[in-house]
């Protein structure tokens, strides 16, 4: 039996409204595509202004959603706009805006002996459609970070927070307009019926390039059963935080409790601490004690809880994400145990060792097969923010094109350019 539920009458009425947004998309990338540097930075600078100047609008309809909203406190936090957080929305987008153009960039350039020279070129993706969770600042950033690359987006908020995501996509297409450019650069899927998300998975008859989904596994099953198009997947943070047999106590101590306890509800947030039964006794404690003390449920196998006071943590303990102030916690024999550990649960986001060994953190950062792996940092700094790069969609967690932080780079494809002097091939 399919997973997939057959289309209904109102489904098809969706699947008209995703394709209507595909053509508008499609027709105004065709104009941003040709747009200069300074025009496009132009856009972006008018787009910030927007934002500004409708604080108010914004902020009401964040108030609305919140009044309705039913979850826990880590959504609620991520789903909260105030005056200084969309301050920092608008300066995101100010941020891309000076970033360096990245279409049009030469990526390698050769001469061949025929006389042919020969240019790889950045270019722009094309439409590209972005799933993502109730976090509001999503609609500016990936918006911004599409339109600096050339691309036109179209948004599929959370539905817990599609008011806010309304008045945003209102205040940067009113900005799209003050600096001539197509306000289709930028356009929301109006409802909240996930039949929406079905239709940009199979390509918005055409509308849509590439499929950027953020989001757990719910999300995840749904892409992999009905993508029809390439996918950008930015999926789960089973992050891993592993405490080796060099590792200095006080850097294990800070690390993991900045890793977990930051931000618990993001996805680079650790949800399991691996500790090696080297220097378990002497370090775990500790560690245990301060995230207890900043409100930390910790959940430990047996050997974990035999050194520090825990719940009993289960097997599939270690397989969940929790986005909230609980880690499972175990006790691993050494760098293997630890690798094994990270290859059987890991969703191949961000894993971290904390090491004075050298040779133990190459080992680590080599055989992890995740998208970012960490010698004695915080899996929190998995942000293309934080790595430099202006702002990020996200992080890519599968392989092809794209993999960790996302930003305008990362938005580009190439061509070819190839210059003759009327050359045939013989
Ligand atoms: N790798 C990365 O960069 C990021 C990953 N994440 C991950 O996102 C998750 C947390 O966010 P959360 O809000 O729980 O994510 P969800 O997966 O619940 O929601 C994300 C988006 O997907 C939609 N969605 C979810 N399931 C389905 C489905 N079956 N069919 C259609 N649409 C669906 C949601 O719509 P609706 O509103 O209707 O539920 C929402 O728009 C965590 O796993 C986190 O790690 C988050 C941010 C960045
Ligand atoms: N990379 C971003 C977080 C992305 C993320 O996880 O978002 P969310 O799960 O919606 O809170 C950051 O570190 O702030």
Not at 41 to 49: G, Q, T, V
Not at 85 to 103: C, F, K, S, Y
Not at 145 to 156: D, F, H, T, Y
Not at 181 to 190: A, I, K
Request: aromatic share 4%.
């Amino acid at each position: 039996m399919s997973a997939v539920r057959p289309l209904d009458r109102e489904d098809n009425e969706i699947e008209a409204i995703v394709a209507r947004l595909g053509r508008k998309a499609r027709a105004a990338q065709g104009h941003l595509a040709l747009a200069s540097t300074e025009e496009k930075r132009a856009a972006l600078a008018a787009m910030a202004a927007r934002v500004r100047s409708e604080t108010e609008r914004i902020l009401a309809a964040n108030a609305t959603d919140l009044a309705a909203m039913t979850s826990g406190d880590a959504m609620r936090d991520r789903a909260t706009l105030d005056a200084g957080r969309l301050d920092a929305m608008a300066g995101a987008i100010e941020t891309v805006a000076a970033l360096a153009d990245p279409v049009g960039r030469i990526l390698a350039a050769w001469d061949r002996p025929n006389g042919l020279f020969i240019e790889r070129v950045a270019t722009p993706l094309g439409v590209i459609g972005v799933i993502y969770e109730s976090r509001p600042n999503v609609t500016a950033d990936a918006s911004s970070l599409c339109l600096m690359s050339g691309n036109a987006v179209i948004l599929r908020s959370g539905s817990e927070t599609l008011g806010t995501a309304t008045a945003i996509v209102d205040a940067l297409r009113a900005g799209l307009a003050d600096a001539g450019m197509p306000q289709d650069l930028v356009q929301l899927v109006p409802v909240k019926d996930r039949a929406a998300v079905g239709a940009m998975l199979a390509g918005a008859d055409g509308g849509i390039d590439v499929i950027v989904p953020r989001g757990g596994r719910t999300l995840v099953e749904r892409v992999e059963a009905e993508a029809k198009v390439p996918v950008f997947a930015h999926l789960e943070g089973l992050c891993h935080v592993f405490v080796h047999a060099e590792a200095d106590r006080d850097m294990a101590v800070a690390v993991t409790l900045n890793a977990k306890m930051r931000r618990p509800g993001i996805c680079g947030a650790a949800e399991t601490l691996l500790v090696d039964a080297a220097v378990a006794r002497s370090h775990l404690p500790a560690i245990a004690e301060a995230l207890a003390a900043a409100g930390c449920t910790l959940r430990g196998d047996a050997r974990a809880r035999a050194l520090a006071p825990m719940e009993e943590a289960t097997a599939k303990d270690f397989a969940t994400e929790y986005l909230a102030p609980i880690l499972s916690v175990a006790v691993v024999d050494g760098l293997d145990g630890a690798l094994a550990h990270i290859a059987r649960y890991s969703s191949g986001h961000t894993e971290s060792i904390i090491t004075a060994d050298e040779a133990a953190a190459t080992r680590f950062l080599t055989e992890v097969d995740s998208a970012i792996v960490m010698h004695n940092a915080s899996t929190q700094f998995a942000d293309g923010g934080e790595f430099g790069m202006g702002a990020e969609i996200g992080i890519a967690t599968g392989r092809m094109h794209a993999r960790g932080p996302v930003g305008v780079e990362q938005l580009t494809t190439f061509k070819y350019r190839v210059h003759g002097k009327g050359q045939t091939r013989p």
